[in-house]
């Protein structure tokens, strides 16, 4: 009995599972179906929304929005942003703007104050700012696998609160979320245009994850593992397909480099309405430094070597560090001890936090702590400061799309040793004799074997090469920068 019991139990169970699988399949269907008929439904009515509420406004000055979820940090991107803005404001002083931001705990004052201690600008005219209270969808923590396709799809999330927030005439995507553009060129009516300043995925990242190379996007787990790597390709293919329909949708698209433009026509396929813009740069204050001509010999004299950059993985902090325990070696030990290496730069989260610290622990155990210090967040003063007693400017970013700090350096009359890819290569430091600017290296033994002659070079030599990479600077400029802007732009202004 006891067995024909338990046989009935078991053909229960399995009655139950064959009762649930018939329903899944049914329901699962039903959800898809329900999905596929009101999306569109949603977007036609959406899109109808906002043109009635185009047409209710009427006549009303010009709007142009910039999608800047982190607009109160204070890199590179962010010089973008508020010079992109004032560049506006003074060629069009009638355009209203608004910035969308995730900044929830910064007022508008607190903002606009951080721009000019930071970046030394002040806007001619008010901004209207666009408080978004999802931001958290956009954060790389949030997505821990699969980590662009969540942010991607997170972006949409955030872009879409942007939308029923605040409609404005022309939507430009200051910091890289593409595919935020078809939510306002479609269901939002406006005219579209995005500031590229490092694709979101690349034919070097395939390249990457095909020759199973360990980054920090690309864990040693799925590196070491065929299947695993197959299948990250796999996803990257359908990725890439996704990204470059979106970034198709904007009306004008900016780049900041060669390197990026390369990639951006490589994926987008748009190259007649892609424009490379290099972004702007403070060289014309930071070129009233003086050039230093100190003498490595002088017992007395520190000599600086700065980083400026932001204080993320890709930045490649671990291997400046590394270089330095090198370096180390190379010198004589009075040398050595006038070696100081100072990392200036920003924190945008408690992650950069932590980050920050592992860095200072890895100095602690390569005994680089009496050599290396950290300045976080430091105003632009400060900053000035900085480079004005440094000697050389440090880079370390693979590919990095542009490099306004490696600029920032020469104009302040360092000598650059940046990373040999990317921008730097490709737009900004020239190695060839006789127009030399600058130095490049790849490995740590390299930028170990670059600083150490730069240290023993003469006074006049040091000089020669500084002069140059002053030279070459200009291009880069603030003036450079807005001039092109509004050149690009202009066919969206005027037709606001």
């Known amino acids: 009995m006891l067995g024909i019991t338990c046989f009935c139990n078991m053909f229960d169970i399995f009655g139950l599972l064959s009762l649930i699988s018939s329903l899944v399949i049914p329901v699962s269907v039903c959800i898809i179906a329900g999905l596929v008929v009101l ?40 010089r973008v942003l508020w010079c992109a803005i ?23 004052d607190e903002i606009l104050n951080r721009v000019n201690q930071r970046f030394n600008i002040i806007l001619p005219n008010p901004v209207e700012f666009i408080y978004l209270r999802r931001r958290q969808w956009v954060e790389a923590k949030m997505y821990p696998y699969f980590t662009l396709l969540g942010q991607s799809l997170g972006s949409i999330i955030l872009g879409l ?20 553009l078809p939510l306002f060129k479609y269901i939002g009516c406006c005219r579209t245009a995005c500031y590229v300043h490092y694709p979101t995925i690349t034919s070097d990242m395939l390249h990457r994850v095909s020759q199973r190379t360990v980054a920090h996007n690309n864990r040693r787990l799925v590196a070491r593992s065929p299947f695993l790597t197959a299948g990250k390709l796999l996803y990257y293919r359908i990725f890439s397909m996704a990204y470059s329909w979106a970034g198709r949708c904007a009306d004008c698209v900016m780049v900041n480099s060669s390197w990026t433009e390369d990639h951006i026509n490589d994926l987008w396929k748009c190259p007649l309405k892609t424009h490379r813009i290099y972004p702007p740069c403070d060289v014309n204050d930071l070129k009233k430094l003086p050039i230093l001509k100190q003498d490595a010999n002088k017992k007395d004299k520190l000599l600086k070597i700065v980083s400026v950059g932001q204080f993320r993985p890709e930045k490649d902090h671990p291997l400046q560090l590394r270089s330095m325990y090198e370096l180390r070696q190379l010198l004589p030990e009075d040398l050595w001890e006038r070696v100081r290496l100072t990392f200036v730069g920003s924190c945008r989260d408690a992650e950069d936090e932590q980050r920050m610290r592992d860095m200072s622990d890895l100095c602690k155990h390569l005994s680089l702590e009496n050599n290396v210090e950290f300045k976080v967040n430091i105003p632009y003063e400060e900053l000035r400061q900085e480079l004005k007693e440094s000697v ?15 600029v920032e350096c020469m104009a302040a009359g360092l000598i650059m040793v940046a990373h040999r890819s990317g921008g730097p290569r490709m737009d900004i430091v020239e190695e060839a004799e006789g127009s030399r600017n600058g130095f490049l290296a790849e490995s740590e033994m390299e930028y170990a074997q670059t600083i150490a002659a730069i240290l023993q070079l003469s006074a006049s030599s040091r000089e ?13 400029s603030v003036a450079e920068f807005e001039t092109g802007f509004l050149r690009t732009m202009q066919p969206l202004l005027s037709n606001s």
């Open 392 to 406: 050389i400017g440090l880079h370390a970013m693979w590919n990095e799309h542009f490099g306004i700090g490696v």
């Open 39 to 78: 999306t569109p439904v949603f977007i036609c009515a959406a899109r109808n929304h906002f043109k009635n509420k185009k047409k209710s406004c009427g006549e009303h000055a010009s709007t142009v929005a910039f999608f800047h979820p982190y607009c109160n940090m204070g890199g590179g991107g962010e």
């Open 86 to 108: 004032r560049a506006i404001q003074t060629r069009h002083p009638a355009v209203k703007i608004a910035v969308y931001t995730g900044d929830l705990e910064s007022s508008p």
């Open 464 to 476: 020669n090469i500084c002069t140059a990479a002053r030279a070459s600077v200009d291009r880069f």
């Open 161 to 180: 609160e942007a939308l029923f927030s605040f409609l404005p005439d022309v939507y430009v995507d200051s910091m890289g979320y593409a595919f935020t």
